[in-house]
Nanobody
Framework: QVQLVESGGGLVQAGGSLRLSCAASGSIFSFNAVDWYRQAPGKQRELVAT???????NYADSVKGRFTISRDNAKNTVSLQMNSLKLEDTAVYYCAAGVIIAPGGIESDYWGQGTQVTVSS
């Protein structure tokens, strides 16, 4: 059974850095496009960054130039490097990935459990 496992969240001062990781557990056939989302209390879920299977990336304007998404296809992992963190970056961060679990299978979306990022003044 496929699960996405997130790690790396925590408490950091403004201006600091964190690196989040999203790993697919279980046997999968392919690990396609991966998104990072975040949701702060009282706000809608926001798409932060996307990376496709060929490595193309896209970022929300609010994080452009500060966050970097990358992937390691051999390990089926995706990372989000977050630099120059601001108070408004405080949120629960989720990864979501398109996964095919067997040859000839259809792609399904899987979500991680979320990891809390808190930026303090």
């Amino acid at each position: 059974q496929v699960q996405l496992v997130e790690s790396g969240g925590g408490l950091v001062q403004a201006g600091g850095s964190l690196r989040l990781s999203c790993a697919a557990s279980g046997s999968i056939f392919s690990f396609n496009a991966v998104d990072w989302y975040r949701q702060a209390p009282g706000k809608q879920r926001e798409l932060v960054a996307t990376i496709t299977s060929d490595g193309s990336t896209n970022y929300a304007d609010s994080v452009k130039g500060r966050f970097t998404i990358s992937r390691d296809n051999a390990k089926n992992t995706v990372s989000l490097q977050m630099n120059s963190l601001k108070l408004e970056d405080t949120a629960v961060y989720y990864c979501a990935a398109g996964v095919i679990i067997a040859p000839g299978g259809i792609e399904s979306d899987y979500w991680g459990q979320g990891t809390q990022v808190t930026v303090s003044s």
